[in-house]
């Protein structure tokens, strides 16, 4: 069956270090993957998207990375700060274009001061 | 300021009533979505739309329909409401051409007693 993994536990780490969060998949061929950040009470506003053909994207102190044949993807965030504390969330669009996204659960991101 | 709006922000239902979810979007995005989104679980998709005019059905659609009268409307209703509908309720929509993200919009929390 088709799973989208992210870890259920969150993440706490000091301010000024690098988040990194993990998205694995099993039993999809996707087209790209988006990131997304999730602050609580909010709608899931679009961070990044990386498409399968890239090895990497990057966006200020954002970096993100999509490995097909590991089946993953890693969210990275640099010089974390408190104001980053958010649930991220994974998304993958299969090759067809049929404009369904699958979510995963999300990973909680706290940083500490 | 283009994007998603929703109404009600949150509303408390009898079990039973009939209740409709709007959600209006100004961006003229031919695909809209409807997620249910529940502690632990993720967001699930309920029913979406490609375009005015079709619908389609999602993860969890039971108990739950959807009509695109046009581009810019894509209304929930729950026909009958039961307490398992508890949840919070996100309209999302997409431009549907090519690779592109979605918008959410700010959510309905909706509790049904």
């Known amino acids: 069956s088709q799973k989208i993994e992210q870890n259920s536990e969150a993440l706490n780490i000091q301010e000024g270090k690098t988040a990194t969060l993990t998205c694995n998949y099993t039993n999809y061929s996707p087209a790209y993957l988006q990131w997304y950040r999730q602050d609580p009470g909010r709608g899931p506003v679009f961070l990044l998207l990386?498409?399968?053909?890239?090895k990497e994207k990057r966006k200020e102190r954002l970096k993100v990375t999509f490995d097909t044949t590991l089946k993953q993807s890693l969210f990275h965030i640099t010089a974390s700060q408190p104001a980053d504390s958010a649930t991220y969330l994974c998304?993958?669009?299969?090759?067809?274009?049929?404009?369904?996204?699958?979510f995963g659960r999300g990973t909680s991101l706290i940083v500490h001061p | 300021i283009a994007g998603i709006t929703q109404a009600p922000t949150s509303q408390i239902l009898a079990a039973g009533r009939r209740m409709t979810l709007r959600c209006t979007q100004d961006?003229?995005?031919?695909?809209m979505y409807w997620y249910r989104q529940d502690l632990g679980l993720g967001l699930r998709l309920i029913h979406y739309s490609n375009t005015a005019g079709t619908t389609g059905k999602g993860e969890v659609p039971d108990g739950y329909s959807v009509s695109r009268a046009n581009t810019d409307d894509f209304p929930l209703t729950l026909a009958s409401a039961v307490p398992s509908q508890t949840s919070v309720y996100f309209c999302a929509s997409r431009s549907g051409s090519g690779t592109d993200t979605q918008y959410f919009g700010p959510g309905t929390r909706l509790t049904v007693l």
């Open positions: 990386i498409r399968e053909n890239e």
């Open positions: 961006m003229r995005h031919n695909a």
């Open positions: 998304a993958l669009d299969e090759a067809g274009g049929s404009y369904i996204p699958t």
